[in-house]
């Protein structure tokens, strides 16, 4: 399915408050509630505490209330997003704290050396992948020295990946939204540019997330007994599972 044609037409559309995107990609349950709340809230230790300017690339309506977290200590909050839907979701918001861009990301103009940070969630992984360096160099270009770009991205070399390719299992892409991921070496490029470092965001997919967890009591302590393995054995989980928090902070 088209990215573009996707998210302007029924990717943001709302039933009972639960966007098309939500209901597809995330884990609505209540036994997971807190374990993915949580998730979200990781990227706080990463933003820095204070500044003007924060980008976040791909912002979406800003569907989650731990999103508006992100930019509480900040002047503006640039979003940029092709969604016309998203953008006028993202200023009901936002308001006036809010400065909005809607269209290519690679064809708008941003200021060189200005951002305090950048976020860039679930978003660098839709575009194609020979164009995903172009994005995280302007990317670099954009923000100042210092800065931390933070990008939620998925690692293709999982412990389920690779139990898939032992029996053979081939992911059906009819209907699915494109979708490339570079494997966790791929960052390194930027190593002259940015300090580089991969911590784990979340563990499985939401689809994985929902056949291996059961939504019951027993459910929800493995997702406390998970987000403390995560806490606790960084390297291990960002390299062996689904979704990894990339830091690059600019030299």
């Given at each position: 399915?088209?990215?573009?044609?996707?998210?302007?037409?029924?990717?943001?559309?709302?039933?009972?408050?639960?966007?098309?995107?939500?209901?597809?990609?995330?884990?609505?349950?209540?036994?997971?509630?807190?374990?993915?709340?949580?998730?979200?809230?990781?990227?706080?230790?990463?933003?820095?505490?204070?500044?003007?300017?924060?980008?976040?690339?791909?912002?979406?309506?800003?569907?989650?209330?731990?999103?508006?977290?992100?930019?509480?200590?900040?002047?503006?909050?640039?979003?940029?997003?092709?969604?016309?839907?998203?953008?006028?979701?993202?200023?009901?918001?936002?308001?006036?704290?809010?400065?909005?861009?809607?269209?290519?990301?690679?064809?708008?103009?941003?200021?060189?050396?200005?951002?305090?940070?950048?976020?860039?969630?679930?978003?660098?992984?839709?575009?194609?992948?020979?164009?995903?360096?172009?994005?995280?160099?302007?990317?670099?270009?954009v923000a100042k020295k210092g800065a931390p770009i933070i990008i939620v991205y998925s690692n293709p070399d999982t412990i389920i990946s690779k139990i898939k390719k032992i029996f053979k299992y081939k992911r059906n892409k009819k209907d699915k939204l494109y979708f490339f991921c570079h494997s966790n070496s791929w960052w390194y490029q930027f190593s002259k540019k940015a300090e580089v470092k991969i911590f784990p965001w979340r563990s499985f997919s939401?689809?994985?997330?929902?056949?291996?967890?059961?939504?019951?009591?027993?459910?929800?302590?493995?997702?406390?007994?998970?987000?403390?393995?995560?806490?606790?054995?960084?390297?291990?989980?960002?390299?062996?599972?689904?979704?990894?928090?990339?830091?690059?902070?600019?030299?």
């Amino acid at each position: 399915m088209n990215i573009y044609k996707f998210y302007n037409t029924s990717g943001w559309k709302e039933k009972n408050n639960i966007s098309k995107d939500a209901e597809l990609f995330e884990d609505l349950r209540k036994n997971s509630e807190n374990y993915v709340s949580n998730c979200r809230k990781r990227l706080l230790k990463y933003i820095p505490k204070k500044g003007q300017h924060i980008l976040d690339f791909a912002s979406g309506p800003l569907q989650y209330k731990e999103y508006l977290e992100y930019s509480k200590n900040y002047k503006f909050r640039h979003c940029v997003d092709f969604s016309k839907s998203a953008i006028k979701s993202a200023k009901k918001k936002l308001k006036k704290k809010g400065k909005y861009y809607c269209g290519n990301f690679f064809n708008i103009k941003l200021k060189k050396d200005f951002f305090d940070c950048i976020l860039s969630i679930h978003t660098i992984y839709h575009i194609k992948k020979e164009k995903q360096k172009n994005a995280i160099l302007k990317l670099l270009k954009v923000a100042k020295k210092g800065a931390p770009i933070i990008i939620v991205y998925s690692n293709p070399d999982t412990i389920i990946s690779k139990i898939k390719k032992i029996f053979k299992y081939k992911r059906n892409k009819k209907d699915k939204l494109y979708f490339f991921c570079h494997s966790n070496s791929w960052w390194y490029q930027f190593s002259k540019k940015a300090e580089v470092k991969i911590f784990p965001w979340r563990s499985f997919s939401s689809q994985h997330q929902k056949i291996l967890i059961p939504d019951n009591f027993f459910g929800k302590f493995m997702f406390k007994i998970l987000i403390l393995f995560e806490n606790c054995f960084t390297n291990f989980f960002a390299n062996n599972f689904q979704y990894i928090t990339i830091v690059l902070t600019k030299k």
